[in-house]
């Protein structure tokens, strides 16, 4: 059974969490811990935590209104993670924004392993080229590489066949035409400009 939130969890990253047999729908930033019975809230931003917090059963009368009281701290905090923060290529593969040092805001692609060993990354483009329009070949090749591999690492082969290339290629252009897309590049203005704020109060801290 599947029960929704009475908190508005819409434009939030979720996933589902069974729960006493029952599917909540979780944001990203909070997770379970079924021996003490609490919804633990906890982000971390840039190697430091920014939000720490715990709503047990308990004292919120239930695991729904537990959960709910989580989801209200998420998002007072300010540091939910949104759904237009990544781009869904498939079950598998998901584009985030990144900071890299000494380069700056990036799109970085990672494709889950369907065992337990380590996914793969992939470097992407900058922002800046991506928001500019610059490169955007180099950028559609590279996601098509992305999801290319997270088949491959599905089905456990070294290549996929000559059809399966042109349908990725096809589900590429189609999701550079998006709203998703639109959205997704949206997203990395907002954290580029975050970025340029926290930047800009860092440099008048060390004045």
Not at 28 to 51: F, H, S
Not at 86 to 114: E, F, M, N
Request: a positive charge; hydrophobic letters at 40%.
């Amino acid at each position: 059974m599947t029960t929704p939130s009475e908190t508005d969890t819409s434009g939030l990253r979720c996933y589902d969490k069974v729960v006493d047999a029952v599917t909540y729908k979780v944001p990203r930033g909070i997770t379970r811990d079924a021996r003490g019975r609490v919804w633990i809230v906890r982000v971390i931003k840039n190697t430091r935590l920014v939000v720490n917090a715990r709503f047990t059963d308990a004292r919120f009368d239930g695991v729904r209104h537990a959960l709910d009281a989580a989801i209200i701290h998420l998002l007072h905090s300010g540091h939910g993670s949104l759904s237009d923060d990544v781009l869904q290529l498939s079950d598998r593969a998901v584009v985030h924004w990144r900071k890299r040092s000494g380069i700056g805001l990036c799109a970085v692609a990672y494709v889950t392993s369907p065992g337990r060993g380590r996914g793969g990354t992939f470097f992407l483009s900058t922002y800046k080229r991506v928001a500019s329009g610059r490169g955007m070949e180099k950028f559609r090749l590279r996601l098509i590489e992305v999801l290319l591999s997270a088949y491959m690492k599905a089905q456990e082969v070294p290549d996929g066949p000559e059809l399966m290339h042109q349908r990725v290629a096809d589900k590429i252009d189609a999701l550079l035409q998006s709203d998703d897309f639109r959205l997704f590049v949206a997203a990395g203005k907002r954290k580029a400009d975050q970025i340029v704020v926290a930047d800009y109060i860092a440099n008048l801290d060390a004045q």
